[in-house]
């Protein structure tokens, strides 16, 4: 089983969006997470601590930066999407260098259904940080190089919103699923999924108020919830594996077939 860093936005993205699959990796592997928003004193570090606990995901690791929405989440710290993005890549280097995981788990480029600025930008900079910390001439400052082999985007494909979309729709959220052909992972998590929602439970100011996910899924019968809950999607970019160098720029055949049920690196 692959080691595994995941760099999320916001407490609660990381098991929102990929809680069974680090349940899962945990089981074998050493992993991790990466916490743009929110200060390490604030009640959500304490939700995030907890939920990571039961993950079985380490300690908490914060950036420490404002909520593009919430004005209160970092007092006196700039928000995530002003940062300079060249520190906040060097930031999510320095993790990546210390973790050395095998894969990197983050949002997908539309930000998730709801598009939110953190997700996007938490996006752009960890793929930036996944290819600069395997260059040692890239933010020498932050560790030995460490090239990741993967790195994955939680995502939800058009043919796979089913039940969560009117939930959103219904509190005026909106809807940006991707297309279905960028799906290189589907990953059944039925297995951890009550250590899942044990965790999104640790986020227990999400469960309060009209809007949050966390609260839209606790107000709906369990066989809906583990519905939404049981799969795992996920786009996927490749890192360099020293792999043969060719003699010319190809496109190469994009190939359609079975969608792969797991997360892996290169070799395995």
Request: glycine share 8%.
């Amino acid at each position: 089983m692959p080691s595994l860093l995941a760099v999320f936005a916001h407490p609660d993205d990381e098991s929102l969006l990929a809680g069974g699959v680090l349940a899962q990796h945990a089981a074998g592997a050493h992993t991790a997470v990466v916490t743009a928003t929110w200060a390490p004193d604030s009640h959500r570090a304490a939700e995030l601590a907890a939920a990571l606990d039961v993950l079985s995901a380490g300690a908490p690791r914060m950036l420490g930066y404002g909520d593009a929405r919430n004005g209160s989440s970092a007092p006196g710290r700039p928000r995530w999407c002003d940062v300079p993005l060249d520190d906040a890549v060097a930031q999510v280097v320095a993790h990546i260098r210390q973790v050395r995981p095998d894969i990197v788990v983050t949002h997908d480029a539309l930000g998730q259904l709801t598009g939110h600025p953190d997700h996007r930008r938490t996006h752009q900079v960890t793929l930036l940080a996944v290819e600069a910390a395997g260059i040692a001439h890239l933010h020498p400052e932050a560790g030995e190089p460490w090239q990741p082999r993967a790195l994955y985007a939680a995502t939800h494909p058009q043919s796979g919103i089913g039940d969560l979309g009117p939930l959103l729709c219904g509190v005026g959220k909106t809807l940006l699923a991707m297309p279905d052909e960028y799906v290189a992972a589907a990953v059944n998590v039925t297995e951890w999924i009550d250590r899942k929602w044990r965790a999104i439970c640790s986020h227990s100011s999400q469960l309060e108020g009209e809007r949050p996910l966390p609260a839209l899924l606790s107000r709906v019968d369990t066989e809906r919830r583990d519905r939404i809950l049981a799969i795992e999607y996920f786009t996927r970019r490749s890192l360099p594996t020293g792999g043969p160098v060719t003699s010319a720029l190809t496109s190469g055949p994009t190939v359609h077939g079975e969608v792969p049920s797991r997360l892996t690196s290169p070799h395995q």
